[in-house]
């Protein structure tokens, strides 16, 4: 079925462009020529009877294609070739021409060219080679008729006619078949290079994706494929299933053998390791991904292995979960996840017989007051500080939250004595928060009031617990305790704490502040050197309520300054009847760290001189040690100016804080007050005697007054005065008392 060569176009199958780089050349007519012998005798024979031979070509072509409609699977071609738009009468006569052509004994490069082209057609309509031999078996046929029958034909010539249409026809067929063959092999060609395209596509992009892809061949148990991308990350021999295993962390390579083996059983496993990249890089997260590859029956023949680095996906998620959970001031755990932790803690205790947790709320005092005057930056800068030092004392398996505010919470999970066990616990953190904090090189001191409640005996779920924890803690604020258990009839609640604050507001115009004073009394002489005013509370309710209970409530409502204007004028009018040999003894008077660092305490403080009439001797002021250390530039200036106005001045709970010797030494100090706790130990600890000698001595030193409060016997008041202490105050010598029994016992006293 030749295709005329003109009529191709149509037919022609497209190519892609491009696609085809190299062609296998073209028939060569000449080698035909060769190999058949046709010589110049054939081509001019066949020259001379072609009109003879071309008689009949028209039915010749109508056999032929009876004959190709008679074969379905020609037809079928047929068929498309006309569904396509193609004209089966326009092939009839290029098939004619091609005969013609042949009959003319062409063998020139042109024609065999054309020949060619015909196969190539061919090959691309899908017409089989054996197809085309059928007809020219028939065309055969057809010419040996007319050579035997056809009379214009010399006799002499019809054998050598007969030999050199042989040659024609077997050339035409052998060209035609070439030329299909070459189109088959330039297609294939074709498609190894577009192939070749491909995979260098391919093997382009798996070198620079960040992924890293292999594949195992599970019978061999060998890795069959390597992405660029791998080989580079595991620089060694690859070895199956997971090339550089050695590199995912020791705690997570279970996990990839467990679903190593679920793709094996052929079901595709996903899963995040961690594994150090390099030797020297650090560790990151990297997502594993197994896919098998299975046959018709289920078994796995191959798995292919994606491996991707995660990290930062992962480092956004725990970010998420930490603002979700986490305070974004200190980086605690907030109040939810604790509550959460908490709830944990409890379901482990109730499982184990015997076993408590202790939730302990603790509260810094006074902070409002920092984060009123230094600014909120200077407060969160405390609260990490706080934070960090809580953190030091907690182990890894309790938990620390900041609750809100100034609050943080404490779970300690699993104690088998737990009071024992919190107490110690209370006390270290009391001990991690004393030394002072410092902000922009200021040393500030905090204190603070924890509230404790103990599983079961004290609630059983989170929140009655956190609510028992949080009473105590205010209770313990009341008290000025460091710490308080939760104690069920005597539970504070917040809003008792706002009632009582409220009543401490009018107390000062209801006039139920009283003054006590305790006398200072010489060790040596047994005189009374000066007195201390201690503030008291006539509550209505409550009756006589000491100034720890009210004090820091009245620092935290802003109450304080009032308060202490209140203590300096009375105890100055009050000062000048308590006589000692006919003479005002100095009284001292406390002032709070917040009174303290309120701008115009001196101003005050000379006024009311003024207006009591009295000289600066007549006064002292208490400062503790830690308000001397919380700000050390404001208490240098105030301290000054005091001295000035000849105001002595005493730092009262010695011992206590953190004071810096250097600084001491520059301030202008009158008096050190040895704290009471060293005098309570004295009796029993050799360690307290030393200190209460160190601090004599260093008062001394320091060119000051030494005086010990908390003289509670006669062995300790000796034991003092053969240290050479200078002063008492305590019990043993009297209690503090009412202005009217105070001047009644200085009577007595100087009797
Ligand atoms: P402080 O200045 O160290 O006062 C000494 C405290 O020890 C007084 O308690 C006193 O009653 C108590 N005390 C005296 N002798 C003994 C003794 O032998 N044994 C024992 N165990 N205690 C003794 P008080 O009156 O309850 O005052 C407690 C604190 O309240 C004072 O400690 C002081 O810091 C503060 N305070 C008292 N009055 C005022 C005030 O007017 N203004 C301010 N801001 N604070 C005050
Ligand atoms: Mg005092
Ligand atoms: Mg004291």
Request: charged share 25%; proline share 4%; hydrophobic share 40%.
């Amino acid at each position: 079925m030749p295709t005329p060569q003109k009529k191709r176009g149509r037919l022609k199958e497209e190519r892609r462009t491009g696609a085809r780089k190299k062609s296998s050349g073209s028939v060569s007519g000449k080698e035909y020529n060769y190999v058949l012998q046709i010589t110049p005798e054939d081509t001019q024979l066949l020259l001379r009877y072609r009109d003879t031979l071309a008689q009949g070509a028209a039915s010749f072509a109508e056999t032929t294609y009876n004959y190709l409609f008679d074969n379905p699977d020609i037809a079928d071609v047929l068929y498309a070739y006309e569904r396509e738009g193609g004209d089966i009468g326009e092939l009839v006569r290029g098939m004619l021409e091609h005969k013609l052509a042949l009959l003319a004994g062409d063998t020139g490069e042109k024609a065999t060219r054309s020949t060619e082209a015909i196969g190539r057609g061919h090959f691309r309509q899908g017409v089989k080679p054996v197809w085309s031999l059928g007809a020219y078996r028939l065309f055969m046929d057809h010419l040996q008729h007319l050579v035997d029958t056809e009379p214009a034909i010399a006799p002499e010539d019809r054998d050598r006619l007969e030999s050199a249409l042989i040659k024609m026809i077997f050339r035409d067929l052998a060209v035609m078949t070439e030329g299909y063959w070459r189109a088959a092999v330039e297609q294939l060609t074709d498609q190894r290079d577009e192939l070749g395209v491909e995979q260098n596509l391919a093997g382009e992009i798996l070198g620079n994706i960040p992924q890293l892809l292999w594949t195992v061949d599970i019978e061999s148990n060998r890795i069959s494929y390597a992405s660029p991308g791998t080989r580079a990350f595991c620089n060694e021999a690859l070895e199956a299933p997971i090339p550089c295993f050695y590199r995912i962390h020791g705690a997570e390579r279970e996990r990839v053998l467990t679903a190593w083996q679920k793709v094996i059983d052929g079901e595709a496993a996903e899963l995040d390791v961690r594994l150090t990249p390099s030797e020297e890089g650090e560790q990151r997260w990297y997502r594993l991904a197994f896919y098998p590859i299975a046959n018709r029956r289920g078994r796995v023949l191959r798995v292919h292995c994606l491996m991707e680095d995660v990290t930062s996906s992962h480092v956004e998620r725990e970010r998420l979960e930490q603002l979700s959970t986490r305070d974004d001031v200190t980086g605690l755990s907030n109040r939810a996840l604790w509550f959460d932790r908490l709830a944990s803690a409890l379901a482990v205790a109730r499982r184990n017989p015997g076993a408590s947790v202790a939730v302990m709320i603790l509260d810094i005092n006074q902070f409002k007051m920092y984060n009123d005057s230094l600014g909120h930056r200077a407060g969160d800068e405390l609260l990490r500080q706080v934070a960090g030092r809580l953190q030091k004392v907690l182990r890894d398996t309790d938990t620390l939250a900041r609750l809100g505010g100034d609050e943080f919470g404490i779970v300690l999970p699993m104690l088998q004595d737990a009071e024992k066990a919190v107490e110690r616990v209370a006390t270290e953190v009391m001990a991690a928060l004393s030394p002072p904090f410092s902000y922009q090189q200021k040393e500030l001191c905090l204190s603070s009031a924890i509230g404790i409640a103990l599983f079961p005996q004290h609630g059983e779920d989170p929140y009655s617990l956190a609510s028992h924890a949080d009473s105590a803690m205010y209770r313990a604020k009341w008290n000025a305790s460091p710490y308080l258990f939760y104690e069920s009839g005597s539970a504070v609640s917040a809003s008792e704490h706002l009632q009582f604050s409220g009543q401490l507001h009018g107390a000062l115009e209801r006039e139920e502040f009283e003054l006590y004073y305790q006398p200072k009394v010489d060790l040596a002489s047994g005189e009374t050197r000066g007195a201390e005013a201690l503030l008291r509370w006539q509550h209505p309710q409550q009756g006589l309520v000491l100034p720890q209970r009210f004090i820091g409530v009245a620092e935290q409502l802003g109450m304080i300054s009032p308060i202490t204007d209140w203590v300096l004028a009375t105890a100055l009018e009050q000062g000048r009847h308590c006589l000692v040999n006919g003479e005002p003894i100095p009284i001292s008077i406390n002032v709070s760290a917040r009174s303290f660092q309120s701008p115009g305490l001196v101003d005050r403080i000379s006024e009311a001189l003024a207006r009591a009439g009295a000289q600066g001797a007549s006064l002292e002021v208490e400062i503790t040690e830690g308000t001397l250390m919380s700000d050390l530039d404001v208490a240098a200036s105030v301290l000054s100016q005091l001295s000035e106005l000849g105001v002595s001045i005493a730092i009262d709970d010695f011992g206590t804080g953190y004071s810096s010797l250097s600084y001491l030494k520059r301030l202008p100090i009158d008096v050190l007050k040895i704290d009471q706790s060293f005098l309570e130990g004295m009796a029993g600890n050799p360690k307290d005697t030393a200190i209460v000698r160190s601090i004599i001595e260093l008062g001394h030193n320091l060119g000051c007054k030494v005086i010990a409060e908390g003289v509670e016997d006669e062995s300790v008041r000796r034991q003092l005065q053969a240290m050479g202490c200078d002063l008492g105050q305590g019990f043993h010598i009297s209690e503090p008392l009412p202005d009217a029994s105070f001047r009644r016992w200085l009577s007595r006293d100087a009797h």
